[in-house]
């Protein structure tokens, strides 16, 4: 089993008071591994922001991150662990338990974290808190706790689901499905298709895209654009709806409360009675 190569550069900095704040004591965290043979890549990042960037020909994947903690033993506790099996490699980051009793009232830690992995590469990756952004990679399973999230140039399919914070996704190659409970979501470019199993609250805009499905929406507007083939919404408790440029079918199976408008559908356009 190979394991990533830490670089803990802890000499420069490991008590010095950061530009923020919020941060009194900082230092950076780094490590890098060959990237020959890796086809996946399941990352796991706590407290702090996410970036996860494709690059094309990457022959190593490097992690680095900025630590940040009130206190010294915090600090110390806020590691990035690696192993790799076979073709896949795990990547997380190591955070101190906050809630343990151990810490005063207001004790604090972050890692934000950068990866840069090749291109061809698959992201499995659970983000617990802070945003998040993801691109150019060749799939993504996505799962994030609270935060916003920017995803773009996913050459396959790509899975979200997300509890809290805005979302943004362009230029999907594939499928696309996002589960969502609060935060409005901005979705463009998607060429297979847009599946919403459910989405709790937030404004939803979808522009561009082979299909559309929203099995449930609680509250929020929906605005949908330029869908080459079938538009489905099955169930749509609040909010209005706003359909144009359908190269098939329309159709709302069930809602609550605001107007449904549609213009440019070349197919059926099937609307619950009111």
Sequence with gaps: MNRLIPAVALALGSIALAHADDCRHSAERSAVADAAGITKVVIGAGAGDLKVRGAPAASRIQASGHACASNDDLLAKIQI???????????????????????????????????????????????????????????AVVADSSGDIEIRDIAGDLDVSDSSGDIEIDRVAGNLRVKDSSGDMEIEEIQGQVEIPIDSSGDISITQAGSVHIHQDSSGGIVIRRVNRDVRIDTDSSGDIDVAEVGGNFSVGADGSGSIRQAKVLGRVELPER
């Design 81 to 139: 662990d690696s192993r790799r099996e076979g073709d896949t490699l795990y990547l997380k980051t190591l955070m101190p338990d906050l809630e343990d009793g151990s810490f005063l009232f207001n004790a604090y830690a972050r890692l934000d974290l950068s990866v840069q992995v090749p291109d061809t590469v698959a992201i499995e990756l659970e983000d617990s808190s802070g945003d998040l952004e993801l691109s150019r990679v060749k799939s």
